[in-house]
């Protein structure tokens, strides 16, 4: 080998590929967050978009085809519902997820229904 290909190999970090299971799975629910958190953002937006146009067209509705338009509660969730996604995506949909975890592990653990028991015998409320 010459010395200028020594000299290079030297001064030249490869990186390093780690061929075992875990890095594999650790990567792959890296990926699928970032895609599944993008796809939540499109949907959001889409949404968000058609809540729009749902709107436009229930106030341009003449009092004949109101019955055939969405209900005001249908508009106003796309729009939340999609403007939501359309921000936060896969960050949101983790937040309320972590919060369902701890619901389960409290009432798991039996602390939500002994608070509940025991407030409900301190207030007095069955006799």
Known sequence: MTKIYEAA??????????????????????????????????????????GGVLLIKKLMATPQSAGQQQGWGTIALLI?????????????INTIGSGGQ?????LGGGSVLVQTVSHVLTSGVLG
Do not use: C, H, Y
């Open 9 to 50: 190999l030297e001064r030249v970090a490869l990186p390093t590929a780690a061929w075992d299971l875990t890095s594999f799975l650790e990567n792959a629910k890296s990926q699928i967050q970032l895609w599944g958190g993008l796809l939540l953002m499109l949907l959001g937006a889409v949404g968000l978009v058609w």
């Open 80 to 92: 939340l519902v999609g403007g939501a996604l359309g921000t936060g995506g896969w960050s949101l």
């Open 102 to 106: 701890k619901t389960l592990e409290d």
